[in-house]
């Protein structure tokens, strides 16, 4: 299982329909809180589908810690 942070950003593998591949963690739990950095769509991810669909490794240049 992989761990994530408050507030860190993540690229995953298709766009949502704004054209943003990157998101914002901003809830953790059994459900993870993401939001769009393209235009501000919050969503609610169960832990294991946002794993599966994370580009490469996960994190992206500058996030979180």
């Known amino acids: 299982m992989l761990e ?3 507030g860190q950003m ?7 329909p704004c ?8 809830r953790l739990g059994a ?3 993401i939001i769009c ?3 501000g769509h919050r969503v609610l991810v ?3 589908r946002l ?6 490794n996960r994190r992206v ?5």
């Open 31 to 33: 459900d993870i809180g």
């Open 61 to 65: 240049a500058g996030s979180g810690s």
């Open 4 to 6: 994530f942070d408050m």
């Open 10 to 16: 993540v690229t995953l593998k298709k766009p949502h």
């Open 37 to 39: 950095q393209g235009c």
């Open 51 to 56: 794993e599966r669909r994370l580009k490469g």
């Open 19 to 26: 054209g943003s591949f990157q998101w914002q963690i901003y």
């Open 46 to 48: 169960p832990r294991s």
